[in-house]
């Protein structure tokens, strides 16, 4: 039998379309705790040399929204993002081997605000972006998944 964090992780993985078609995944650490991953390939670069912003956006926003939903699961909820802060500190170049740690720093009934450093793994864990995020908390109703 599942369990409920299992049944929500699944459906976001399920769903996920965008963040399959950069190639990004991710690892559950703990409860509001997660590692997202993507390695930077052509297609994510704005010019030819450097990633697009919006990827490493991409990238923040996933591990925040899932660090998020760790943390919240057992109470049947999900999570949506009102709003998070990014600054971009060094870019990222093609190849490069990025890792996002999301972390909720603070837990209320409705909102968490959640952190995230961003690395570059095979620049010995450069940090090359930051963010911090508040992310809204709500209940959800668990239905059979249908296809578009």
């Known amino acids: 039998m599942k369990t409920e964090k299992n049944t929500l992780i699944e459906r976001y993985v399920e769903n996920n379309f965008f963040g399959k078609s950069l190639g990004m995944d991710f690892k559950i650490i703990k409860d509001g705790e997660v590692d997202y991953f993507i390695t930077i390939k052509k297609e994510h670069l704005a010019t030819p ?17 899932i660090a998020g939903l760790s943390a919240v699961h057992q109470e049947n909820k999900v999570v949506s993002t009102v709003e998070y802060k990014t600054n971009f500190l060094a870019p990222a170049f093609l190849n490069d081997q ?21 690395f570059c793994v095979n620049r010995e864990n450069k940090l090359i972006a930051k963010a911090l995020g508040t992310f ?9 998944s249908t296809s578009p």
């Open 98 to 118: 990025l890792v996002a740690k999301g972390k909720v720093e603070q837990k209320g009934n409705r909102l968490l605000i959640i952190s995230c450093d961003v």
């Open 136 to 144: 809204n908390a709500y209940n959800v109703n668990i239905r059979p």
């Open 49 to 65: 040399h450097a990633t697009h912003g919006g990827v490493i956006a991409a990238l923040i926003d996933g591990a925040l929204g």
